[in-house]
């Protein structure tokens, strides 16, 4: 089965920057889309960005939109979240997770494979 490994979390103050790394193995990255979810302390899971299979189309939630970027590199089997300006708000662990379409949405349904989550601090 596909695994996925998230990497890059850690503290940061708010302003500032992260850059997210999700490595996958075990299927034909390529062909599937890819997304990124987020949960925080007393919260329930929620959608943070999405991408297609050929990295054309991008969708975010409307709390990350013009901050967050994702992006994928196909060669490398790697999906990326860089993140800027950063709020306190956006402390939570990201989970990357990997998409039975080519083309996923929001929804944590429409993903069957899931990392392990990594943590994002940002401290005010």
């Known amino acids: 089965q596909v695994q996925l490994v998230e990497s890059g979390g850690g503290l940061v103050q708010a302003g500032g920057s992260l850059r997210l790394s999700c490595a996958a193995s075990?299927?034909?990255?390529?062909?599937?889309?890819m997304g990124w979810f987020r949960q925080a302390p007393g919260k329930e899971q929620e959608f943070v960005a999405a991408?297609?299979?050929?990295?054309?189309?991008?969708v975010y939630a409307d709390s990350v939109k013009g901050r967050f970027t994702i992006s994928r590199d196909n060669a490398k089997n790697t999906v990326y979240l860089q993140m800027n300006s950063l709020k306190p708000e956006d402390t939570a662990v990201y989970y990357c997770?990997?998409?039975?379409?080519?083309?996923?949405?929001?929804?944590?349904?429409?993903?069957?494979?899931w990392g392990q989550g990594t943590q994002v601090t940002v401290s005010s």
């Open positions: 075990g299927r034909t990255f390529s062909n599937y889309g």
């Open positions: 991408i297609s299979w050929s990295g054309v189309t991008t």
């Open positions: 997770a990997g998409a039975r379409t080519r083309v996923p949405g929001a929804k944590t349904y429409e993903y069957d494979y």
